[in-house]
């Protein structure tokens, strides 16, 4: 005998012992009611349960109650701000708990069943990658330029406290993410076939070519970068690396045998990125030229639109 129909038979016997509906609550909350006949398949005499409806509630419930982790970081002052696990819908238990629901009754109330999710990055793993700097890079803008300072400001605050593991790649438009006027992004200069235009995120180059002349500096494995189509005035010429969420991308990869830690700030005109790991990590550091401190001739003039470049 299957074990629907033995689940069919058992459900005639004990129907009457179910009560109507099933509060499901979190931490005293309501978040779903539940009513028998909603989740069973009217057969004639032989009751199942549909499957498929419970899946549907289960997809739709741990969509509510989701809570993604958070993984620890670094205030400005270095201090470490600890992490804050997640959780989802314990699915297995959920079913168990509403087929007992369904068969046997006894219960009109159930505490919805988690499972914790923990953050890739603790607080242990972070005191011990942010003790050697491996890698840095300066670069100056021009603050009176507020779009474009914003725009800086907005990449340099995504890509800070990222951790790349041994072997993982990191890449700038995924971790950014698309820059649009929903995202806070403004209206800022960019270079389109070489001719300077104005476009939302203009700016943001600016943070991949710091980023990128340190992590060369590092000595991490770069697998994509790409150069404007015109020299920029924040980076030495050759060693910028210009992205586009529908065109280039920068992309390195954490070749060594620790994670590594990025430290991203754009504040009073300097861009401060700084790679950081452990103090056993087997690093092979490269020579990058620096930027100039000086803020070049067309960056300094924010009325001359042609020389802020992204």
């Known amino acids: 005998m299957s074990v629907h129909w033995v689940l069919a038979v058992l459900l005639l016997f004990q129907q009457a012992g179910v009560t109507d509906p099933l ?17 069973t398949l009217p057969l004639p ?11 549907k509630l289960m997809d739709d419930m741990d969509k509510r109650i989701h809570r993604a982790p958070i993984n620890a970081a ?13 959780s989802r819908l314990d699915r297995r238990s959920f079913t168990e708990q509403l087929y007992s629901y369904i068969f046997e009754g006894g219960f009109s109330r159930m505490e919805v069943p988690l499972l914790p999710i923990y953050p890739k990055v603790d ?4 005191a011990s990658i942010k003790v050697k700097k491996i890698g840095q890079y300066f670069t100056y803008y021009n603050i009176r330029n507020k779009n474009r300072s914003h725009n800086i400001g907005l990449a340099a605050k995504a890509i800070n406290n990222y951790v790349v593991f041994p072997g993982e790649m990191f890449s700038f438009n995924e971790v950014v ?3 649009t006027d929903d995202r806070g992004y403004l209206r800022a200069p960019v270079i389109v076939r070489g001719e300077v235009s104005e476009g939302v995120g203009g700016g943001i ?37 210009t992205v586009s969420w529908y065109g280039p991308d920068f992309v390195f990869q954490n070749k060594y045998n620790q994670p590594i830690l990025i430290r991203a700030f754009a504040q009073g005109g300097q861009v401060s990125i700084v790679i950081c790991s452990s103090d056993v990590i087997n690093d092979k550091p490269r020579m990058v030229p620096s930027a100039s401190k000086k803020l070049p001739e067309e960056v300094r003039s924010e009325m001359n639109v042609s020389g802020l470049e992204p």
């Open 23 to 39: 509060v499901v609550e979190q931490q005293g909350q309501t978040i779903a009611e539940l009513k028998r006949s909603e989740y």
């Open 45 to 55: 005499g032989v009751p199942l349960v549909d499957n498929d409806k419970i899946n």
């Open 74 to 86: 670094l205030d400005g002052g270095g201090r470490i701000i600890p992490e804050k696990t997640g």
């Open 123 to 126: 607080s242990e793993l972070l």
């Open 177 to 179: 993410g698309k820059r």
């Open 205 to 241: 180059c600016q943070i991949s070519s710091t980023l990128f002349n340190a992590v060369d500096r590092a000595g991490l494995h770069i697998i994509q970068r790409y150069s404007h189509s015109r020299n920029v005035p924040y980076v030495p010429p050759g060693r910028d690396a």
